[in-house]
């Protein structure tokens, strides 16, 4: 029989019994097999393990084939936008979308807890922003949702674990993503021919913890210019408000407000558009009515004077109010 296999791994592979799809099945082998010390008393193990593993990613590559599968990583896009938190296992997902969404996944101090998309929503000042916390990004089990969930996001979060090592962890972030044609960009879109290119913000998480502070300043000297990073602890609350700040930033959006005549402005419910978004695209996610009819708006806020008049092709601003006037 195989020594010191760890309580992880039975508790993984008490995961493996009582997981229902196939998906499951892969993920909770795959965490056996990386808490599975090497030597010889496990080689037998893991050959075994590795031959289910194949057996059940074949049975779920099966039902994608017919047309069922995928549905567990698709996530309906809510509020603001999507933002994807991307990461190696342990890392802190989970723990972060607990600490600023009302949802409660999976959080653990074994990896690969996370078995399947959860998302939550993020309130920042007056709106709703979506995050969607995943199984760590490690390219060995079969997730036929997984590329398509994360290219149709509006936006990544890099989380890594600031008690280890960055460098390791970004690098092999990059090679994940890589592998599923994604390019995190950072402060500017790179100019290589990619397919998918996602803005991304860096979350350094666990800066609560010893070395820590040396690892944050060899990310910040290393990414730093090219990507937004954030140090915070998850676990103890701290860095939170300036990281919703910096997801909000990044999202790249506008909140105008709509104002119907001789009445005050509605600061409640922005609508929210792109930015460099114009009267003409605000009139359409108002009403076609609206849009076909508009004779011109008048512009509370980043025009020259309150109730300035503004045509159509007008660029709008955060926190701009509109009456429209047809
Ligand atoms: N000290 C410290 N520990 C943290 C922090 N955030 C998370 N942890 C711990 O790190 C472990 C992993 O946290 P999770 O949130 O489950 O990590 P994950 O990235 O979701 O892991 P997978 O789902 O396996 O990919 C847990 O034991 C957490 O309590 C933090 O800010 N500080
Ligand atoms: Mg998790």
């Known amino acids: 029989m195989p020594a010191n296999l760890p309580p992880e791994y039975f508790r993984a592979e008490k995961r493996f019994r009582q997981a229902k799809t196939p998906e499951e099945k892969v993920e909770a082998l795959e965490a056996m097999l990386s808490i599975m010390p090497k030597h010889k008393g496990t080689d037998k193990l893991r050959a075994l393990v590795r031959s289910k593993i194949a057996k059940f990613s074949e049975e779920s590559q099966r039902k994608l084939a017919t047309g069922r599968r995928g549905d567990a990583y698709y996530v309906k896009k809510e ?81 890594l674990d600031l008690s280890q090592d960055p460098e390791i962890q970004m690098e092999t972030l990059f090679e994940e993503l ?48 090219e990507f937004p990073i954030v140090s915070i602890s998850a676990k103890e609350g701290a860095g939170l408000e300036v990281l919703k700040r910096e997801i909000y930033r990044r999202l790249e959006i506008i909140r105008v407000y709509t104002k119907a005549p001789g009445r005050k402005a509605d600061l409640e419910k922005p609508v929210i558009l792109k930015r460099g978004s114009t009267v003409d695209d605000f009139a359409q996610a108002i009403h076609k009515d609206f849009h076909a009819k508009l004779k011109f708006a008048q512009l509370w806020g980043s025009g020259k004077f309150d109730g300035q008049k503004v045509k159509r092709e007008h660029i709008l601003e955060d926190g701009d109010v509109l009456e429209l006037r047809i």
């Open 79 to 159: 509020g603001a936008g999507q933002v994807i938190l991307v990461g190696l296992p342990n890392a802190g997902k989970s723990q972060l979308v607990a600490a600023v969404t009302e949802a409660s996944p999976n959080v653990a101090d074994y990896p690969f807890s996370t078995q399947s998309p959860t998302p939550g929503m993020m309130n920042f000042e007056n709106i709703q922003i979506q995050l969607v916390d995943i199984p760590p990004i490690i390219d060995r089990s079969a997730r036929p949702g997984l590329p398509n969930l994360l290219r149709d996001a509006n936006m990544l979060l890099l989380v």
């Open 178 to 225: 890589e592998k599923l044609k994604i390019k995190p960009v950072g402060r500017k879109e790179s100019t290589e021919q990619w397919i998918h290119q996602k803005k991304a913000v860096v979350v350094g998480n666990k800066d609560d913890v010893e070395g820590s502070g040396e690892n944050y300043s060899k990310l910040e000297s290393q990414y730093g210019a």
